[in-house]
């Protein structure tokens, strides 16, 4: 794995610069992963996503939306650009070749294995740790 990134905070910023480095990464033909623990972990499988306090107010989520639109990221809303979709560049990043990982610790603490998007990947403890050892460059905290 080229790219490991980790992102554990259930803030829509945080997933959406995990994703969109990840897609440039796959653009320059690199492999890489998202693995998505603790309160991402829980985001994606059913609770919510909140920002962090700059980005909170309208304005700034819609400059986001469009923002990452016009660098080809696709977490604008298809119906309405002002809003962001999360659950669609999750779909396109899956795509383009982005490996989705749920960490596998996280997932049996909140049994989880049930309520998690089709994109994510649960790999067993040891796969996943052999992954992160592995990866030429792992960075957590986006």
Same mark, same amino acid.
């Given at each position: /794995?080229?790219?490991?990134?980790? *992102?554990?905070?259930?803030?829509? =910023?945080?997933? !959406? &610069? =995990? ?7 796959? #653009? ?11 309160? $991402?972990?829980?985001?994606?499988? +059913? ?17 986001? $939306?469009?923002? %990452? ?6 977490? &604008? %809303?298809? =119906? ?11 779909? &396109? #990043?899956?795509? #383009?070749?982005?490996?989705?990982? &749920? *960490?596998? !610790?996280?997932?049996? !603490? ?22 992160? /050892?592995?990866?030429?460059?792992? !960075? +957590?905290?986006?």
């Amino acid at each position: /794995m080229d790219l490991f990134l980790i *992102c554990r905070d259930a803030l829509e =910023n945080s997933a !959406i &610069a =995990n994703l969109a480095l990840a897609l440039d990464a796959r #653009a320059r033909s690199r492999r890489a992963a998202v693995l998505f623990t603790e309160e $991402a972990l829980a985001a994606l499988a +059913g609770e919510s996503f909140g920002w962090s306090p700059l980005f909170r107010p309208r304005p700034a989520r819609i400059a986001i $939306a469009r923002g %990452a639109a016009a660098l080809g990221v696709p977490v &604008a %809303a298809e =119906n309405d650009d002002r809003w962001t979709d999360l659950p669609r560049l999750l779909t &396109a #990043a899956h795509e #383009a070749g982005v490996e989705l990982v &749920a *960490c596998p !610790i996280w997932t049996q !603490i909140l049994k989880l294995d049930d309520r998690l998007p089709e994109e994510l990947t649960v790999l067993a403890s040891t796969e996943a740790m052999e992954q992160l /050892m592995d990866g030429r460059r792992v !960075i +957590g905290g986006f």
